[in-house]
Each structure stands twice: as structure tokens, then as C-alpha cells.
């Protein structure tokens, strides 16, 4: 017979069949020997794990790493490795070069503030004026000045002011 | 004297326990192991034959569990309840091997039954008259859902209390009420259903 149950079983008086099933499979005893030969799996499991295991010179129990030159050849093991990870990434690195010419974008202008199409002339000096000489009259005289002496009156002329 | 580098070095470097000290606790942890094994490893079995239904495979699936045990040695002082933690661990071990295996457990065959089952006292009809009642009750408990079939299996187990399935499974102690509530509905309209059709 069935102790008590603790799981809710118990109340029931009508038991299905299918929780007596399942209870009498739960109760099937198990086989004999079972906990020696897990037992031996379990040392024969810790026994390969210990040749995976640190040689015993290297074991932490040997204080190994007290040495200090184990010491410090690790440390300098240790620094090159970073300086040397380091320096392997540090040419590969591109600057982007500064821009030599600032290109401003274009902007439209905005409505109201256009120019209409006007264009803008510069201001810029008149040339010289040259007063027209009658014909026949001073040809001579003028060929003549225009060697020796400038007219006093053309001069004044050139210098006129725009 | 030290110089100040060195100094450093050896306070980074240095570990503490001792070899005498890891013995020791090593020896302790093996013996606390073989005593888990000698206290629950009857327990997992039938936990596992109940899933597994087949003795090679659940006896595969307890040695199983206690490798892991062995692996995480190291937190075995932190687990409160380790009953209910083993059947965890081989709960999922066989979960997950009867998820990979998908095959037909071996005790369906009647005549396996026959031979697992106690007899009581029986005659050869009967025990095969019982074998093959047990063996369609368990064909319909094959056919429920996940988590009403789970249930079920664990709450045949007298030493598990309602709590305890339901730290097995992760889930609420209401989670296993309702749950075994609707996986026996569904077992008598299962039955009812494979009575009537016969």
C-alpha cells in the first residue's frame, strides 16, 4: 500500500489509471549496483580531467610563479604583446587631411530680397577727351607742336578729372 | 630588499591557497559527492526510467547528471535543497536525450512490461492483461501535451511534493495545480475516448 501522498494524490479515492500506472513505474527499484558503477564513472571521469590538468612543476601549488625571472619575463612578455598589438594597428590608421579651400554651399536667394536682374556696372575713369583741330588752319602748326612742346590746353585736357 | 617594481609584480601575480589546502578540500568534495550518490542515485534512476523507460538509458542519464555534479563541484555549497536540484539536473539530462532520440521507448512492447512490472502474486494471463493496460494507458500518456505530460510524470513521484515539482520545472506551485488539473481531464477523455472505440 501507498504511504500518503504529498503532491495532491492522496485525497482521491478514485485514483485514474493512468497516475496508477505512472506510480508504479515511479516505484520500480533501481538496479542493483547503480551507485558503485557511478561511483567508478565519476573516478574514472576526475582521473582523465587530471591529464588535462597543469604538469605538477607548473601546478599553483609549486609557487611557481615566484620566481623573479618567470616573473619578469612574463611582464615583458606581456608589454610587447600590447606594443606590439598596438604598433600593428597604429600605421594602418588614416588621418583625414584638413581641407585647403572652404567650399560654401550655393544658397538661392531668398523671395523679396532678389536683384531683379539688374546689373551692376563698375565705376570706372573716362578717358581722355581730345578737342577736334580745324582742318587747314593750324595742320602745320600742330605737326609742328606735337615735336617740339605739348599744347598747353590739350595737356589741361587729358587731366581732366571724370 | 624588494624594489618597488618587484614588489608590485609579486602581489599581482601570487596565489593564495595552498597544495595541502586543495587536498584537503578535494577530498572533501569527492566524499560529498559519493554521498549524493549513495542518498539520491536511486531516486534519479527512477526519475529517468520514468521519462526514459529503458534501465540502460536512465542508468546513462544518472551517471550523466553526477558528472555534472563532479564538473561543478565547486557551487555544490551554495545549493540549498540538493534532492531537488539532482532531479532538476536529470530531469533536463533526460528531456533533452529523449528529445534527441524520438524513438519509441523500449517498454512499450507489452512483453517489456511485463517483465519490468511487478507481478504480485499474478498469473500469466494476467500479468499480460495488465502489461497491456499499462502499456495503453502510457501510449495515452505519450499523446498529452508537453507540460500536462511533465507534470504528470513528476507528481507519480510520492517524494515530491507539490513544491518541489514545481522547483523542478521552474514554474508556479499554482502552475502545477492547474496543469495537473487539465492533464487529468484530458487523460479521461483520452481513456474514455479509446474505451469506447474498442
Redesign the interface.
Known amino acids: 500500500m501507498n504511504p500518503p501522498r504529498e503532491n495532491g494524490f492522496a485525497g482521491r479515492k478514485e485514483a485514474p489509471d493512468a497516475e496508477e500506472t505512472l506510480r508504479l513505474i515511479a516505484g520500480l527499484p533501481a538496479p542493483r549496483g547503480l551507485e558503485e558503477r557511478v561511483k567508478r564513472s565519476l573516478r574514472m571521469d576526475s582521473g582523465g580531467a587530471k591529464v588535462m590538468e597543469w604538469p605538477a612543476e607548473f601546478t599553483p601549488g609549486q609557487r611557481w610563479t615566484q620566481g623573479p625571472w618567470v616573473r619578469c619575463a612574463a611582464a615583458a612578455a606581456i608589454v610587447l604583446v600590447v606594443a606590439g598589438g598596438s604598433w600593428g594597428v597604429y600605421p594602418h590608421r588614416q588621418t583625414t587631411p584638413a581641407p585647403k579651400a572652404t567650399v560654401l554651399p550655393h544658397i538661392p536667394a531668398a523671395h523679396g530680397f532678389e536683384n531683379a536682374n539688374a546689373i551692376r556696372t563698375p565705376q570706372t575713369l573716362q578717358g581722355p577727351v581730345v578737342k577736334k583741330v580745324p582742318q587747314g588752319t593750324g595742320a602745320k602748326t600742330s605737326q609742328k607742336n606735337t615735336k617740339s612742346k605739348p599744347h598747353a590746353g590739350a595737356k589741361a585736357a587729358g587731366n581732366q578729372a571724370p | 630588499m624588494m624594489s618597488a617594481g ?1 614588489s608590485v ?2 602581489g599581482w ?3 593564495a ?3 595541502v589546502h ?1 587536498q584537503t578540500r578535494r577530498e572533501a568534495e ?1 566524499q560529498a ?2 554521498a549524493l ?2 542518498q539520491y ?2 531516486t534519479l ?3 529517468a ?2 521519462v526514459l ?1 529503458n ?1 540502460a538509458d536512465a ?1 546513462d542519464a ?2 550523466e547528471a ?2 555534472r555534479v ?1 564538473r561543478h563541484r565547486d557551487s555544490l555549497g551554495e545549493v540549498r535543497d540538493h534532492r531537488v536540484w539532482l532531479v532538476r539536473i536529470v530531469w533536463n539530462i533526460v528531456l533533452d536525450r529523449k528529445r534527441r532520440a524520438k524513438t519509441r521507448p523500449e517498454t512499450d512492447d507489452v512483453n517489456d512490461l511485463a517483465r ?3 507481478a504480485n502474486g499474478l498469473s500469466a494471463e494476467q500479468r499480460t492483461a495488465a502489461a497491456q ?2 502499456a495503453h ?2 501510449a ?2 505519450d499523446r498529452l501535451p508537453d507540460k500536462e505530460r511533465e507534470v ?2 513528476l ?8 513544491v518541489e ?1 514545481a522547483s523542478v520545472l521552474n514554474i508556479t506551485e499554482s502552475s502545477v ?1 492547474s496543469r ?1 488539473f487539465r492533464a ?1 481531464n484530458l ?2 477523455e483520452l ?1 474514455n475516448h479509446s474505451r469506447s472505440s474498442r
Open positions: 618587484q609584480l609579486t601575480m601570487e596565489i591557497p595552498s597544495a586543495d569527492e559527492l559519493a550518490v549513495d542515485a536511486s534512476y527512477r526519475v526510467f520514468s523507460r534501465s542508468e544518472v551517471q553526477f558528472l563532479l519490468v512490472l511487478p493496460h499499462h494507458v502510457l495515452c500518456v504528470m510524470v507528481s507519480a513521484f510520492e517524494e515530491l511534493s507539490s515539482i495545480r495537473l487529468r487523460m479521461a481513456l
